[in-house]
């Protein structure tokens, strides 16, 4: 009697685990930590670029531009407010995205501007600050690769049959993910023509889709 | 005009299109560097470092792991191209699991000979103790110096000294080699053995006996927690405890069962002796769980 009780939990736990409620779960909340990971990534190098500049500051004086276009970035990165919620909406996701790239970009040409004072590179105080600044673009990258992963899984199991109907059902959504840069451009099919007629009839876009 | 304009753009895109099949080929033409197996704390695929050398490094690297529980290990490879080292490093952390789980104190010490590089790999918890700053000085100032020199192995035993005299300040827990994850495994098992033990034994009860049944749920309990923990003890003590239930469990032996109860641990041993098998092919010296976030420092020579 016992044996067959037991037999019906199993049974039960069985068959809710098979409607990928309990996989939903799992994955989504593996998503948000790994996002978690990723902003806190972006947040320690927003907090590592004053010091930065204030330590390039004396040396490169002829690079103002450069030091300014990291600081406005940089004001323009922690100025959206990252919150988990990020990941539910595209346009602030992108954004985001296009925020912190752009103070990737700054700090890079910045780096690169560097290389052209020895002094500067070899004070030690400038090597710790490069090292950590290193340090925390690999740890974003590392983080950045973990959620897109994450969000893969994720949204795999939210578009496929039969977890989409449970996805559905509790209101488990798409998460947006990272993109290359030029991924619309990448990703557009090639128009190609061979028609006589002009450009200008061809059927939107959407059609092919 | 327009026609031969059109023309143009065609080629382009046949150009371009060429471009993505050719980067395509060549990304599998071009693997990834595979990640060594994990057998010894000094892995060496270069034949860089003497026997002698290897040996060395390898006693001191198991003698801190035994007194402080952390693991370093170091690996030499020819390249790590197409990936950066940083890449590289980052799976082969990943792949070792390098520290206990939970604490996460594991190193990696990892140099492309060819590519002239080298990186220090860092764990979670020990980004404290080796911050990324200390992890460049230790490249910077002792391992590019003598690895510029060729003396590969006064560089790698020079930066063990810095590592480990920055991880000896470090408060981990104390070591207790993979006791922690062992337990953690055996207590996910247990529902799983529990089941095995009464839906199957009752099962088995009805077509071999309460003896018969209890020999064989419990050498297959031994050989599942054998199979998940690779601890051959716990392997062994959960066989026979899972017979003595299997045989008292249900509807109870006899008297005379006790005598050859004996013969249900014998159903554990056939897990021991698989067990051995796969003791010895697996190695000595293997990651304890410990996970790594792309802290640590990359240097050139």
């Given at each position: 009697m016992y044996a067959l009780r037991l037999f019906a939990l199993l049974m039960c736990t069985a068959l809710f685990g098979g409607c990928g409620y309990n996989t939903l779960q799992q994955q989504d909340e593996q998503v948000?930590?790994?996002?978690?990971?990723?902003?806190?990534?972006y947040q320690r190098r927003a907090d590592l670029v004053p010091n930065l500049v204030n330590t390039v500051k004396g040396a490169v004086t002829a690079e103002k531009e450069i030091l300014e276009s990291v600081i406005e970035a940089r004001s323009r990165a922690t100025s959206i407010q990252a919150t988990p919620e990020l990941i539910e909406n595209p346009q602030a996701f992108k954004q985001w995205q296009a925020a912190q790239g752009e103070l990737s970009s700054a700090l890079s040409r910045l780096m690169v501007v560097v290389e052209r004072y020895p002094d500067l590179k070899s004070m030690s105080g400038f090597q710790d600050l490069r090292a950590q600044l290193e340090g925390t673009e690999n740890r974003i990258a590392v983080a950045r690769k973990r959620y897109i992963d994450?969000?893969?899984?994720?949204?795999?199991?939210?578009r496929s049959f039969p977890t989409n109907l449970t996805a559905k059902l509790f209101g488990f959504e798409e998460k947006q993910n990272f993109t290359?840069?030029?991924?619309?451009?990448?990703?557009?099919?090639?128009a190609v023509d061979f028609s006589e007629a002009p450009a200008v009839q061809s059927p939107p876009p959407d059609a092919a889709g | 005009m327009r026609r031969v304009e059109r023309r143009s753009t065609v080629t382009r895109l046949c150009?371009?299109?060429?471009?993505?099949?050719?980067t395509l080929l060549l990304g599998t033409a071009l693997a990834q560097v595979e990640v060594p197996p994990l057998r010894?704390?000094?892995t060496d695929l270069t034949q860089t470092l003497t026997a002698e050398q290897i040996t060395a490094l390898d006693l001191r690297l198991r003698e801190f792991e035994r007194r402080r529980g952390s693991q370093i290990a170091i690996l030499l490879v020819p390249t790590t191209q197409p990936e950066t080292i940083e890449q590289y490093a980052i799976r082969v952390a990943e792949t070792w699991q390098l520290g206990r789980r939970g604490v996460d104190d594991g190193v990696l010490l990892l140099v492309a000979t060819e590519d002239r590089a080298v990186r220090i790999e860092v764990g979670y918890g020990l980004e404290g103790a080796l911050p990324d700053v200390m992890a460049n000085r230790i490249i910077q100032q002792v391992i590019v110096p003598r690895f510029r020199e060729g003396d590969y192995f006064g560089g790698l035993s020079a930066a063990l000294d810095r590592i480990i005299a920055l991880l000896e300040g470090e408060p981990l827990p104390a070591s207790e080699r993979r006791d922690r994850s062992v337990g953690d495994e055996l207590g996910a098992l247990l529902p799983l053995l529990f089941v095995i033990v009464f839906v199957g034994g009752a099962l088995l009860r009805t077509f071999f006996g309460s003896f018969g049944s209890a020999t064989v749920t419990g050498a297959m309990s031994g050989a599942l927690v054998w199979l998940f923990t690779r601890a051959l003890p716990i392997a062994i003590a959960a066989a026979i405890i899972m017979f003595v239930i299997g045989l008292f469990g249900g509807r109870g032996g006899g008297g005379s069962w006790v005598s050859r109860g004996g013969w249900g641990g014998f159903g554990g041993w056939g897990g021991y002796?698989?067990?051995?098998?796969?003791?010895s092919g697996g190695g000595g010296w293997s990651g304890g769980g410990g996970g790594f976030g792309g802290?640590?420092?990359?240097g050139r020579w």
């Open positions: 948000k930590s790994a996002w978690a990971e990723v902003l806190n990534q994450a969000v893969q899984n994720y949204n795999v199991t939210v290359v840069e030029n991924e619309a451009e990448i990703s557009r099919p090639p | 150009v371009r299109f060429g471009g993505v099949l050719l010894a704390p000094v002796s698989a067990g051995r098998g796969g003791w802290g640590g420092a990359s």
